[in-house]
């Protein structure tokens, strides 16, 4: 199911006082099974990006095909597309508004077509891809869960349309620790168990570095990096030129291996720092005994 973009731009309000490009000639692949993260500051162009995906945006110019279906195709079921690219906005527990929290998720499968027989099925496995059990849940308020738990129901009801591409869009933002935690392990078991293509567009480079195979850095508009984390984290003035920086582990790593303490400067997660410094103590113990 790859998500082909060829030569995108979008303007807002075209012919208006109010004109304003957006997005300037973007071409990327997203590849069946990929984890991409998409990262740049607020007003870079990536939830603008991410909603024509599937269609939910028209180019200006340009085109988006997924599964080689040309989305601006006159006739095209855009409908289909949408249970097929799942889309998981900021704050998607403002979009909660069922009674229940069965209501909630099973209001995407039932709008589907998918039939009532079918539908407590759909809502249960949707539920349990997000470590959240049905029989406990069924009659409650989505209002009552904890912020996580909110958002995880939110979650569950676009996972309850069997999508095979999930994207989601800053899907921590304002949670708290523990909420973003459970967000983020979640969605990394998705990934792992359900082979489901997922992009994730956050600010957070700890949370992009640990995830994603591959990155892609936008700034006003366009994209200015692509490759993977370590390729990516390489670049750190020029992240840094952009307000993003690079993850904190990775700037003491590069001070440590300016110092000649590590041998290795490309690193990024916890695990590998960890590995890297025990390695370098080792040496040194070894080397004075």
């Known amino acids: 199911m790859p998500i082909v973009v060829e030569n995108l731009s979008y303007v807002y309000l075209p012919d208006t006082p109010m004109q304003k490009q957006a997005l300037f000639d973007i071409s990327l692949t997203i590849n069946d099974g990929e984890f991409v993260g998409i990262i740049g500051h607020t007003g870079s162009g990536k939830s603008t990006l991410i909603q024509h995906f599937n269609g939910l945006v028209k180019p200006t110019y340009g085109r988006i095909t997924v599964d080689g279906v040309d989305l601006s195709r006159k006739g095209v079921d855009l409908r289909s597309i949408r249970r097929t690219v799942g889309m998981v906005f900021q704050y998607p527990e403002h979009q909660l508004f069922g009674e229940t929290v069965f209501e909630d998720v099973a209001f995407g499968p039932k709008n589907a077509g998918v039939p009532e027989a ?13 470590d959240l059990d049905l029989d406990t849940l069924r ?18 009801g676009v996972l309850a349309m069997k999508p095979s591409v999930l994207i989601l869009d800053e899907p921590t933002a304002g949670l708290d620790p523990r909420g973003r935690d459970e967000i ?15 992009v994730l567009v956050s600010h957070s480079m700890e949370d992009i570095a640990r995830m994603a195979q591959r990155l892609i850095v936008m700034e006003n508009g366009r994209i200015a990096l692509e490759g993977s984390p370590s390729e990516i984290f390489a670049n750190a003035e020029r992240l840094r030129g952009m307000g993003l920086g690079v993850p904190q ?16 400067a490309d690193i990024f997660t916890l695990d590998e720092a960890e590995k890297e410094i025990m390695q370098f103590l080792e040496l040194k113990h070894h080397g004075h005994a």
């Open 249 to 264: 582990v990775t700037t003491l790593m590069q001070e440590l291996h300016r110092r000649g303490m590590t041998k290795r």
């Open 184 to 198: 983020l392990a979640q969605v990394q078991t998705l990934y792992h168990q359900w082979n489901l293509t997922v």
């Open 139 to 156: 009659d409650r308020s989505p209002f009552e869960l904890s912020g996580g738990q909110k958002r995880r129901a939110a979650i569950a």
């Open 118 to 130: 079918s539908l407590e099925e759909r809502v249960r496995e949707g539920l349990a891809m997000v």
